[in-house]
């Protein structure tokens, strides 16, 4: 059971826009920044957005972030075959000792 | 460009002992946290352990306190996890993270290839 609750699937066509959410609580999203990472198949896990919704260079503009209170989004527009990956939300979590926690992942299909 | 590697990875018997090294490059390693984070087959990520810049400061998940030992050699640009009394729900591909600044709760911006480890009998 992951700390993070993400959607286990999401699909869409080329094209189009779909939105992957991510839920925490207090101690996480809402009082921390929220990551994404992209998971292509077989590969390492890749930084798709930091501190909310800023994007790392090389990263297109075709992905974009947003946090509100204790959820946040990933929101990808114009959506390409080669998008079809593993998507994971990610907060700092200052429960306990403090830790990272992810969310369970989101399997996007591009129909 | 920064590069991550680990190695280390292999099949253990339960309760059994194993050590991960991950050698970095590309960057001034000293100057930044670094972090385990793993994958069981088919599963999500789950963060592992974390090592401050200088390594004074250590922070490891709750599954893991006791058993495993995060470390580092800032001179030889070396990242190690020590696992001993490994269980069979250890098994996973363990990936090596650079964080982007001094701290441990500064985020993951590059990761390794990771190196699988399998606990059976």
């Known amino acids: 059971q992951s700390v993070l609750t993400q959607p286990p699937s999401a699909s869409g066509t080329p094209g189009q826009r779909v939105t992957i959410s991510c839920s925490g609580s207090s101690s996480n999203i809402g009082s921390n920044y929220v990551y994404w990472y992209q998971q292509l198949p077989g590969t390492a896990p890749k930084l798709l957005i930091y501190r909310n919704n800023q994007r790392p260079s090389g990263v297109p503009d075709r992905f974009s972030g947003s946090k509100s209170g204790t959820s946040a989004s990933l929101a990808i527009s114009g959506l390409r075959s080669e998008d079809e990956a593993d998507y994971y939300c990610a907060a700092w979590d200052d429960s306990l000792s403090g830790r990272w926690v992810f969310g369970g992942g989101t399997k996007l299909t591009v129909l | 460009e920064v590069q991550l590697v680990e190695s280390g990875g292999g099949l253990v018997q339960p309760g059994g002992s194993l050590r991960l090294s991950c050698a970095a490059s590309?960057?001034?390693?000293?100057?930044?946290?670094m972090s385990w984070v793993r994958q069981a087959p088919g599963k999500g990520l789950e963060w592992v352990s974390a090592i401050s810049g200088s390594g004074g400061s250590t922070y490891y998940a709750d599954s893991v306190k006791g058993r495993f030992t995060i470390s580092r050699d800032n001179s030889k640009n070396t990242l190690y996890l020590q696992m001993n009394s490994l269980r069979a729900e250890d098994t996973a591909v363990y990936y090596c993270?650079?964080?982007?600044?001094?701290?441990?709760?500064?985020?993951?911006?590059?990761w390794g290839q990771g190196t699988l480890v399998t606990v059976s009998s």
């Open positions: 993270a650079k964080g982007s600044g001094y701290s441990y709760v500064d985020y993951f911006d590059y």
């Open positions: 590309g960057f001034t390693f000293s100057s930044y946290a």
